[in-house]
């Protein structure tokens, strides 16, 4: 699927869209469904797989990964997760 493709997150609009090179097109991404405004912080790839980290709200430990599926058709929720939970497990990663 991420092959021959280069993908971006638009912050100001918060669009995601990617330019596929076999087809020589530009295509919009479907932003995951959610019920509230997220704030997206990471869109990148890893394994092969496309992800969307974002938080409900700002400066909140609370974070969300979404998957992309295959199709490009939508996302679906891979984690969820708290960094203040990580930060209890493993105090060693804080910056002092």
């Given at each position: 699927m991420l092959l021959k493709t280069i993908y971006w997150y638009n912050q100001n609009n918060q669009s995601l869209a990617y330019f596929d090179f076999n087809d020589d097109?530009?295509?919009?991404l479907p932003k995951p469904q959610v019920t509230e405004t997220m704030t997206y912080y990471y869109f990148g790839e890893s394994?092969?797989?496309?992800?969307?980290?974002?938080?409900?709200?700002?400066?909140?430990?609370?974070?969300?990964?979404?998957?992309?599926?295959e199709d490009r058709s939508g996302w679906f929720v891979k984690y969820?997760?708290?960094?203040?939970?990580?930060a209890t497990a493993f105090p060693q990663f804080l910056i002092r």
């Amino acid at each position: 699927m991420l092959l021959k493709t280069i993908y971006w997150y638009n912050q100001n609009n918060q669009s995601l869209a990617y330019f596929d090179f076999n087809d020589d097109s530009v295509e919009i991404l479907p932003k995951p469904q959610v019920t509230e405004t997220m704030t997206y912080y990471y869109f990148g790839e890893s394994s092969r797989h496309l992800h969307l980290v974002g938080s409900w709200r700002p400066w909140t430990s609370f974070f969300t990964v979404f998957e992309m599926l295959e199709d490009r058709s939508g996302w679906f929720v891979k984690y969820d997760g708290d960094f203040g939970a990580l930060a209890t497990a493993f105090p060693q990663f804080l910056i002092r």
